[in-house]
């Protein structure tokens, strides 16, 4: 008799495991967007990196993990600042001896705008200063340590004017062959200004394979046009999304492309310049991203007189409205009299969701916002709470300003936290399971895991077996196990629940869920 209890109790434990365990295999989604509590201990970074005011404003992630945050302080220091963490949200301490690189440049509003990273490791980071009544753009070379790379311009640092008044550079990106090319806004007179792209040789000299002295100035035909975001497509094509008003109309959004030699692209709109109007509304462009298919999808801030909002819109190859895109191209998030949201950067997850992050004011402040959108453009509500993430870090303003995704899928948040006076680096990590197959070309990694739910051994049956590393992840976004090459995991060590499994073969990866129970 007791022997059939015990008996019936474990058969009813175990069904009850696999239904519970079923049930919330939807509710594991919705971890999607919450903090990672491995990134320090609660998801959250703040570095007073000034005495006063530091603002972060672009991020990039390095192939292992660590994480780089360029920037700026303001006065008394005035200089650019760059900031490394380790995987866990520390500072890296092999960075410069304290984790923070600190550049002093001459002249007085020093800022770094955008960053990125070379193959070999090396770090670039570009700005501005004021040189008396002259904008400057700046350019400067990192070593993996944090050091001024000599190699590049003799010293580290570029300064160069294009505008006899006025060169500042606002993004960075490098080509498949080591060559850099920045975008932003030069002018000759302080009153019109133009867009400018320019493209410099690994070791800091002009490259005069774009147009004839590696420098492109482009007219939109309005007072103040002004480039801000950058991407080079896989043909070589540069794609510069641009900000165009007078004083007396509202602010057009504008993508021009290039081909690789300079010229203006017409196969792009014609002419090679594209103008997008927002009916009762000025928009500033703030950010690009491109899509696998070379589509590409722009963020924009939106001022309709009465509240600031943001707008997506995604445009095909040839420079037409995507009107598979929503409806007609183009999402809106407005502003309302109680809250105002406002988005900085637009980034792709490996599923191609769209990330949208930058900042809500309501009530209760002022905090971050990740917003995220399926590929036709409708928000996902399987997203944090439907589909917005809002971060306070504590303090009266917060404003996330860049986004990077680890090769796990987790999101990486860069921005400003103001308390008091002072303005510090502001970092959170979010958790984010992608169980789609990632793809180069068009390989993929396909397996099955049996049996499921299990409570010894995992069996993994791959399509191509020869090699690959694991790893098994909790519901809440920690490594609980990894691995190299095994068919058959034992997981009789994990506690009954939730589990994914990751698989890698070289740059592919993909993701399954399964579920550990009792004997």
Known sequence: MNQNMNTNYTFFSKILIVIVALISMNGAQAQNGSLDLTFDTDGKVTTHAASKDAEAQSIVLQKDGKI?????????????????????????????TDGIVTTAISGSNVRAYSVALQKDGKILAAGSSSIGVTEVMILVRYNINGSLDTSFNHTGILTSTIGAVFTEVYAIAIQKDGKIVVT????????????????????????????????VVTDLGSLYDFANSLVIQDNGKIVVTAYSKTEATRGLMVIVRYNSDGSLDNTFDQDGKLYTIIVNSSARTNSMVLQSDQKLVIGAATDNGNGLGYVLARYNTDGGVDTTFDVDGYVFSSSFGSFIELAYTVALQSDEKILVTGYRSDASGQNFMIKRYHKDGSIDDSFGQQGKVITDFGNADDE?????????????????????????????????????????????????????????YLNISLNNADHFNFEIIDAVGGIVMKGKCQNKIDVSSLSDGIYFIKLEQGHHQTTKKFVKCRN
């Open 400 to 456: 996330a300003k860049a986004i990077a995704l680890q090769s796990d899928d987790k999101i990486i948040v860069a921005g400003i936290s103001f308390n008091a006076g002072v303005t510090d680096f502001a970092i959170a990590r979010y958790n984010n399971m992608i169980t789609s197959t990632k793809k180069v070309g068009d390989k993929k990694i396909q397996f099955s895991v049996f049996p499921n739910p299990t409570s010894k």
């Open 184 to 215: 932003g806004g030069v002018s000759n007179d302080a009153v019109d200004f133009n867009i400018a792209v320019i493209r410099f040789n690994s070791d800091g000299t002009l490259d005069n394979t774009l147009d004839a002295d590696g420098i």
């Open 68 to 96: 780089i945050v360029a920037g700026y302080r303001g006065a008394p220091e005035n200089d650019m600042v760059l900031v490394r963490y380790n995987e866990n949200g520390s500072l890296d301490k092999s960075f410069d």
